[in-house]
């Protein structure tokens, strides 16, 4: 048999997915119990890491989604998403499985989107005071965009933070690019950036649901997301797919290409 060729994008991103998806399953998946009568033992995972705790574990999966925001964060704009921003009308619905913003990037610079009303499912922002700047200009988005997976200027407040104890717990649009000390869209608010003491202190955990056979819905915005992208697949009769390239651990996203009417015009672009 030929020797495998190494690819960087392709061997990083299989081994990525499977090791999401061993963490997920051996932190959340079924559990086994062995025990003696009048013996206490924990509960073993179905499939589990040998010798690995699963605090362990939790912290490789913490660091990898830090690896991948700061990564998908420094992303910058495009030919290609620039062109297609340029054919994009407000009758159009984008469905995307993408966390980076060089979409929403792409059609802010033609005046087109801008993140006041410019998510399905995820209306408020980290600070009201950005919303009522955003509103007080007039900068309200022509498009609306559906994140099927999350984003990485979204954010919702850890289970037991200052936040969830006066009742927030809600997915917030974040406008602070805490990486870069900067705004994640720039010259839209009248206020400065917050800044940090070192570009990036591993404070901010995005709302996403990151690549895995395990995908967990959480959050009500996530299902409302999901909802929205359903309803406009089962009524479309143009479908345009750019860049998607049908991997098996997007079983979800085969499910909603299923809602398309047997009548639909369909164009797979690379």
């Not at 965009?145 to 974040?174: C, F």
């Not at 608010?189 to 690549?211: C, F, M, N």
């Not at 056979?213 to 909802?227: A, D, G, L, M």
């Amino acid at each position: 048999m030929p020797a495998h060729e190494y690819n960087l994008r392709v061997d990083i991103r299989e081994n990525l997915e499977y090791i999401f998806t061993l963490i997920d399953l051996h932190i959340n998946g079924p559990k086994v119990y062995a025990k003696r009568k009048g013996s206490h033992i924990d509960p073993l995972p179905a499939i589990p890491c040998s010798s690995i705790r699963s605090g362990d574990l939790e912290s490789v999966r913490k660091n990898l989604q830090t690896y991948i925001y700061l990564v998908l964060n420094r992303l910058k704009f495009n030919e290609l998403a620039e062109k297609f921003a340029r054919i994009i009308t407000p009758s159009d619905q984008i469905i995307t499985f993408d966390y980076d913003l060089i979409l929403e990037k792409s059609l802010r610079s033609l005046d087109k989107w801008y993140p006041l009303d410019g998510y399905v499912g995820v209306n408020n922002f980290e600070k009201d005071s950005d919303r009522r700047d955003l509103e007080s200009q007039g900068k309200s988005s022509k498009i609306q965009i559906h994140k099927m997976h999350g984003s990485i200027n979204w954010r919702i407040p850890e289970p037991r933070s200052l936040e969830r104890l006066h009742g927030i717990n809600e997915v917030m649009i974040v406008m602070d690019d805490w990486e870069n000390n900067s705004f994640h869209f720039d010259d839209l608010l009248e206020r400065r950036p917050d800044k940090t003491e070192q570009p990036y202190v591993g404070s901010h955990a995005p709302e996403w649901i990151l690549p895995s056979f395990v995908k967990p819905f959480k959050e009500k915005e996530i299902f409302q997301v999901w909802q929205s992208a359903m309803g406009y697949m089962s009524n479309t009769k143009d479908l345009v797919i750019i860049g998607y390239s049908f991997r098996p651990e997007d079983s979800n996203a085969f499910l909603l290409l299923s809602r398309l009417p047997q009548k639909c015009n369909i164009l797979i672009s690379a």
